[in-house]
Nanobody
């Protein structure tokens, strides 16, 4: 069993930055691929970035070069640094832990990019 809790969302102007955090509980955190997903109203949830236990990262084309995912296995945490934010980045951002035959989601944190 893994539980994940997101924090760090908020309102930011275009071009601004936010840092999202995800704190996990449970055993064997380092074996899970940790990911950040987002969902805007009326859309399906999409993968933003993920990172393996040894630090190999993947980014969606829409955020590549602007967002950075990282993890700290000792703290059982994963982070998403969002830079150069655009209005189209507005969504609820969810933290996800993926293992073999398992999938755990946080409750989400709202990111709103607006003037």
């Amino acid at each position: 069993q893994v539980q994940v809790v997101e924090s760090g969302g908020g309102l930011v102007q275009p071009g601004g930055s936010l840092r999202l955090s995800c704190a996990a509980s449970g055993s064997l955190f380092s074996l899970y691929v940790m990911g950040w997903y987002r969902q805007a109203p009326g859309t399906q949830r999409e993968l933003v970035a993920d990172i393996t236990g040894v630090g190999t990262a993947y980014y969606a084309d829409s955020v590549k070069g602007r967002f950075t995912i990282s993890r700290d296995n000792a703290k059982k945490s994963v982070y998403l640094q969002l830079n150069s934010l655009k209005s189209e980045d507005t969504a609820v951002y969810y933290c996800n832990a993926r293992g073999r035959g398992s999938n755990y989601w946080g409750q989400g944190t709202q990111v709103t990019v607006s003037v």
